[in-house]
């Protein structure tokens, strides 16, 4: 009995370092993709939306779901965005982000969640809710899928 205890002891000790290390993983990512997402927030209150789309990965099969419209691709999600804030004297109005939440899934991709929430200079306040897959790239985090609801 001593022998297993002391074992399992042993045992214990030494897998101490790797759950650190992935606990420090887990941290370096949250901090990562957070810094994506204030990245994006800073973006949009500049009005700058090349800037909000350089967190997601920028391919043909970037996913976005909003409602009931499914779109594909980066050039696609980021022309919706230019048609809904920007063309015909819509605004872009003040973007906040709350309640996020990181869960790495694996070493290269996260699920995040969270709201949003718009300020329009005419008052109105939507807000929502959002899901996002990310991917971990050579030279950062990026969002592969995204899927918003709300209400206006």
Not at 40 to 48: K, L
Not at 68 to 85: F, H, M, N, S, V
Not at 117 to 137: A, C, I, N, S, Y
């Amino acid at each position: 009995m001593r022998k297993a205890l002391l074992l399992l002891l042993i045992l214990m000790i030494a897998a101490s370092p790797l759950v650190a290390q992935k606990s420090l993983t887990a941290q370096s990512a949250e901090a990562e993709i957070s810094r994506v997402l204030r990245q994006q927030v800073a973006a949009w209150n500049r009005h700058d939306l090349e800037a909000f789309m350089a967190g997601y990965w920028k391919s043909q099969d970037l996913t976005f779901f909003s409602g009931a419209t499914a779109t594909k691709g980066w050039e696609p999600t980021l022309e919706r965005y230019r048609q809904r804030y920007q063309a015909n004297g819509a605004a872009m109005g003040k973007l906040e982000f709350s309640d996020l939440s990181v869960e790495q899934l694996c070493p290269d991709a996260a699920f995040v969640r969270g709201r949003w929430h718009l300020t329009m200079p005419d008052g109105k306040q939507p807000h929502g809710l959002f899901t996002l897959v990310f991917r971990k790239f050579p030279d950062r985090w990026r969002i592969v899928h995204d899927h918003s609801s709300g209400e206006n």
